[in-house]
Structure formats: structure tokens, C-alpha cells
């Protein structure tokens, strides 16, 4: 049984445990060779498919659990704790899935997300451009309606679950002089004519997750498959990331705490000038700062996911800050993790360079840490104006 200090309830400390074991027990063991090739993990996402993992954070009217934010972000943590690249691959689903849980219609919730909550098919969320990743309006993706259908032509860069997923949201402009408000939202499915993948990326960390180009040409999708209503769209990427945000920081939660337990295991076995080396106070000193820094992360983030969860309306600030201090926190943590390691910190066959690496990309995506401070600030000078009223 989980340790549970943290208030949870009775079935997420069991959600939790069993997002342990599979990791603990399928993961682990294959974490080094999927880092390695770069290799997708199918057969896991199969497990945790089987585990009814998927669908904890969709409505049971939608084929899942029911479960909100902590659900998903207990799952994120657990998994990430043993390798953050089946972690990314897990809770990118939900990023994909988020825009139409929120902006879907009846109809579009239930055609589509019972066989994402189920695991049988993954979704992905497709904003990023090569000319659009901080200044997300720049997007020159083009949706235009004719007819019955919309017509996408563009490229997208960077999508996590790219090529594997069966159901993407993507980001369009349909009235590119309106900026922001020009952009609307639309569910595609793989194998729609006009619609392709490009290269797989080759990257420093997460290498298990796979991050491909989505390629547009004249691609026809029906006009049913937009998302709320024409210049919604930016609003839609805003709103998911709100909701999305708070798994990155669980993503950096669980890398961190991975660290620490393996810096720990290393530092009671290796000895040094006759001793282990977890008796000198230079090592304790650099434990107790991760162990403390840890601890904060993992209250904020549960406090984020408990707020969301009770029906909060505006949680981006939050969700801002949660991603910026705990991301922070796991890149500070795992180059600790690898200094304490000393030089096997730093080969192949101790996990805690793959979790440095690992970590680093939790400060950049779903938007950079200083978009997250861009956003906090933003909050704060709104909530002034409006006190000063
Ligand atoms: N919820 C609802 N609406 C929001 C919002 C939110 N969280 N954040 C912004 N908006 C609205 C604004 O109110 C504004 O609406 P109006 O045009 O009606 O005034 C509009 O969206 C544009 O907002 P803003 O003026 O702040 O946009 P900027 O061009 O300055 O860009 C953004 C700032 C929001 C784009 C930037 O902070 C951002 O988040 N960039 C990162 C994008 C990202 O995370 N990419 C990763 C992709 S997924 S890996």
C-alpha cells in the first residue's frame, strides 16, 4: 500500500498502487531498451489499457471511471516514476482528449471517447508549429469551409503520440486576421485523406514517446468535427492546458521521486573512505533538500488537482504555477540525483542520466517556463484591476 499522508481517498491510493505495480513490474524492466531504440511502448499502453487506466479522468457517461484531475495525475506520477517517456505517452492522450471532454458536443463525446477511455485508441493535441511554439497565434495551419467540409493545409510540429495516435485535436486558423480569435478546433482522425505523418523526432529525453510531424494537405474533414463553434480554437488550446498543465508538473513529481529513490538505494550501498557514503553530511544535506522539495511538489500538485477537481472555474494561474515550480524542482532534483551517483551517475547503466534528461523537457513543453511565469503575472495584474474596482 501507498503511503498515505496525502488525504487521499480509499480508491485513488488503490489507483495509485496498482500504477505502481505495472510500472514497478512491466516498465522498469524495459525502460533502458525503449530509451535506447526510441522505441513506442505498445505493448504497455495494451497493459495499462487492460488495467482501465486510460479512462480515469472521463465521465462514466463516456466509458470511463469518473475520476477528474487527481485520478490522472496520481497515474502520471507513478508511471513517470519509472520512465517518463510511457509517462508522456499516457497522459498526451488526455491532452489530445481534453479539448473534447471540454468543448465537445453530446455527439462528439460520445462517438469519440469511449475507445480513448478504454485505451483502444490514443488521441494527441496538435498546436505547435515550427514558426508557432511560445507565440502560439503565429500558427499558419489553414482550415477553410467549403461546403460540408473544412480543408486543412499546414504542418504541425512536435506532436507527442504523433503517428500512433487515432484522434487528434488540431489548431487552425479559419479567419487568420482575427489573430487568436481567428483560430477554431478540430477532431481528425488518422487515415483521412490528405493527412500524413512526417519524420519521427530523434530527441534527448522521453525517447520512448514518439513526437512526429502531422502533415495537411487538402486534407477534408467534416464540418462536424469542429469543436465548439469558428474562433473558439485558441480558447480551446488555453482551456486544455489548464486542465493539462498539472500532469506535467505530476510527470516532474514522479521523475523527481525516482531520482531520490535511486539516490538514495546508490548512496546506502556505495562506499567511500571505508563507509557509506549516505553517512557523510555533504551527501544527507544534498537528500534532505531533494526529500523536502519533493514533499512541496507533491502537495502543490495534489492541492492543483483538488482544486480543479471541486469545480473551480479559473485554475490557470494555478496550473502555471504548479508546472513552472515543479518542473523546476525535477531538473534540480535529477542533477543531484546524477552528481550523488558520481561517475556511474553519469553512464548508461545506473537510470538516473535517462531521468536528468528526462526531466529537462518537463521546463519546455506545454508551454516554457517563462510562458508560465507570462501567465502567472497576467493572473496577478488581473486580480488587482479587479480588487481596485
Ligand atoms: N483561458 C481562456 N482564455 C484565455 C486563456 C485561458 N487560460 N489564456 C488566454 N486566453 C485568451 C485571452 O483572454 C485572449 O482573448 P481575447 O483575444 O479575446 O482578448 C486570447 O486568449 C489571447 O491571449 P493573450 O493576449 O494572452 O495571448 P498572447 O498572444 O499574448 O499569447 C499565450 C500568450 C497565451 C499564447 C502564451 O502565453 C502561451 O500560453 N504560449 C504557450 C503555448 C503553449 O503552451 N504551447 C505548447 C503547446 S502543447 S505542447
Given at each position: 500500500?501507498?503511503?498515505?499522508?496525502?488525504?487521499?481517498?480509499?480508491?485513488?491510493?488503490?489507483?495509485?498502487?496498482?500504477?505502481?505495480?505495472?510500472?514497478?513490474?512491466?516498465?522498469?524492466?524495459?525502460?533502458?531498451?525503449l530509451?535506447?531504440?526510441?522505441?513506442?511502448?505498445?505493448?504497455?499502453?495494451?497493459?495499462?489499457?487492460?488495467?482501465?487506466?486510460?479512462?480515469?479522468?472521463?465521465?462514466?457517461?463516456y466509458?470511463?471511471?469518473?475520476?477528474?484531475?487527481?485520478?490522472?495525475?496520481?497515474?502520471?506520477?507513478?508511471?513517470?516514476?519509472v520512465?517518463?517517456?510511457v509517462?508522456?505517452?499516457?497522459?498526451?492522450?488526455?491532452?489530445?482528449?481534453?479539448?473534447?471532454?471540454?468543448?465537445?458536443?453530446?455527439?462528439?463525446?460520445?462517438?469519440?471517447?469511449?475507445?480513448?477511455?478504454?485505451?483502444?485508441?490514443?488521441?494527441?493535441?496538435?498546436?505547435?508549429?515550427?514558426?508557432?511554439g511560445?507565440?502560439?497565434?503565429?500558427?499558419?495551419?489553414?482550415?477553410?469551409?467549403?461546403?460540408?467540409?473544412?480543408?486543412?493545409?499546414g504542418?504541425?510540429?512536435?506532436?507527442?503520440?504523433?503517428?500512433e495516435?487515432?484522434?487528434?485535436?488540431?489548431?487552425?486558423?479559419?479567419?487568420?486576421?482575427?489573430?487568436?480569435?481567428?483560430?477554431?478546433?478540430?477532431?481528425?482522425?488518422?487515415?483521412?485523406?490528405?493527412?500524413?505523418?512526417?519524420?519521427?523526432?530523434?530527441?534527448?529525453?522521453?525517447r520512448?514517446?514518439?513526437?512526429?510531424?502531422l502533415?495537411?494537405?487538402?486534407?477534408k474533414?467534416?464540418k462536424?468535427n469542429?469543436?465548439?463553434?469558428?474562433?473558439?480554437?485558441?480558447?480551446v488550446?488555453?482551456?486544455?492546458?489548464?486542465a493539462?498543465?498539472?500532469?506535467?508538473?505530476?510527470?516532474?513529481?514522479?521523475?523527481?521521486?525516482?531520482?531520490?529513490?535511486?539516490?538514495?538505494?546508490?548512496?546506502?550501498?556505495?562506499?567511500?573512505?571505508?563507509?557509506?557514503?549516505?553517512t557523510?553530511?555533504?551527501?544527507?544535506?544534498?537528500?534532505?533538500?531533494?526529500?523536502?522539495?519533493?514533499?512541496?511538489s507533491?502537495?502543490?500538485?495534489?492541492?492543483?488537482a483538488?482544486?480543479?477537481d471541486?469545480?473551480a472555474?479559473?485554475?490557470?494561474?494555478?496550473?502555471?504555477?504548479?508546472?513552472?515550480?515543479?518542473?523546476?524542482?525535477?531538473?534540480?532534483v535529477?542533477?543531484?540525483?546524477?552528481?550523488?551517483?558520481?561517475g556511474?551517475?553519469?553512464?548508461?547503466?545506473?537510470?538516473?542520466?535517462?531521468?536528468m534528461?528526462?526531466?529537462?523537457?518537463?521546463?519546455?513543453?506545454e508551454?516554457?517556463?517563462?510562458i508560465?511565469?507570462n501567465?502567472i503575472?497576467?493572473?496577478?495584474?488581473?486580480?488587482?484591476a479587479?480588487?481596485?474596482k
Amino acid at each position: 500500500m501507498s503511503d498515505n499522508r496525502y488525504g487521499l481517498t480509499e480508491e485513488q491510493v488503490m489507483i495509485k498502487d496498482l500504477a505502481r505495480k505495472i510500472s514497478e513490474e512491466k516498465v522498469k524492466p524495459v525502460r533502458a531498451e525503449l530509451d535506447e531504440k526510441g522505441e513506442f511502448p505498445t505493448e504497455i499502453m495494451k497493459i495499462f489499457a487492460d488495467a482501465d487506466l486510460c479512462g480515469l479522468y472521463v465521465p462514466e457517461q463516456y466509458g470511463g471511471y469518473g475520476g477528474g484531475e487527481m485520478e490522472f495525475c496520481l497515474t502520471t506520477e507513478e508511471l513517470s516514476r519509472v520512465c517518463a517517456g510511457v509517462g508522456v505517452t499516457f497522459a498526451a492522450s488526455a491532452l489530445g482528449a481534453y479539448p473534447i471532454l471540454l468543448f465537445g458536443s453530446e455527439d462528439q463525446k460520445k462517438k469519440y471517447m469511449p475507445d480513448i477511455a478504454s485505451g483502444k485508441k490514443l488521441a494527441a493535441f496538435a498546436l505547435t508549429e515550427a514558426d508557432a511554439g511560445s507565440d502560439a497565434t503565429a500558427m499558419k495551419t489553414r482550415a477553410v469551409l467549403k461546403g460540408d467540409h473544412y480543408v486543412l493545409n499546414g504542418t504541425k510540429q512536435w506532436i507527442t503520440n504523433g503517428g500512433e495516435a487515432e484522434t487528434y485535436t488540431v489548431i487552425a486558423m479559419t479567419n487568420p486576421d482575427k489573430g487568436g480569435r481567428g483560430a477554431s478546433a478540430f477532431i481528425v482522425e488518422k487515415g483521412t485523406p490528405g493527412f500524413s505523418f512526417g519524420k519521427k523526432e530523434n530527441k534527448l529525453g522521453i525517447r520512448a514517446s514518439a513526437t512526429r510531424e502531422l502533415i495537411f494537405e487538402d486534407c477534408k474533414i467534416p464540418k462536424e468535427n469542429l469543436l465548439g463553434r469558428e474562433g473558439l480554437g485558441f480558447i480551446v488550446a488555453m482551456r486544455t492546458l489548464d486542465a493539462t498543465r498539472p500532469g506535467i508538473a505530476a510527470q516532474a513529481l514522479g521523475i523527481a521521486q525516482g531520482a531520490l529513490d535511486e539516490a538514495i538505494d546508490y548512496a546506502r550501498k556505495r562506499i567511500q573512505f571505508g563507509k557509506p557514503i549516505i553517512t557523510f553530511q555533504a551527501i544527507q544535506h544534498m537528500l534532505a533538500d531533494m526529500a523536502t522539495q519533493i514533499e512541496a511538489s507533491r502537495a502543490f500538485v495534489y492541492h492543483v488537482a483538488r482544486t480543479i477537481d471541486s469545480g473551480a472555474k479559473d485554475y490557470s494561474k494555478l496550473s502555471a504555477m504548479v508546472k513552472l515550480f515543479v518542473s523546476d524542482v525535477a531538473m534540480k532534483v535529477t542533477v543531484d540525483a546524477v552528481q550523488i551517483l558520481g561517475g556511474y551517475g553519469y553512464m548508461k547503466e545506473y537510470p538516473v542520466e535517462k531521468m536528468m534528461r528526462d526531466a529537462k523537457i518537463t521546463q519546455i513543453y506545454e508551454g516554457t517556463n517563462q510562458i508560465q511565469r507570462n501567465v502567472i503575472a497576467a493572473n496577478l495584474i488581473k486580480e488587482a484591476a479587479s480588487k481596485k474596482k
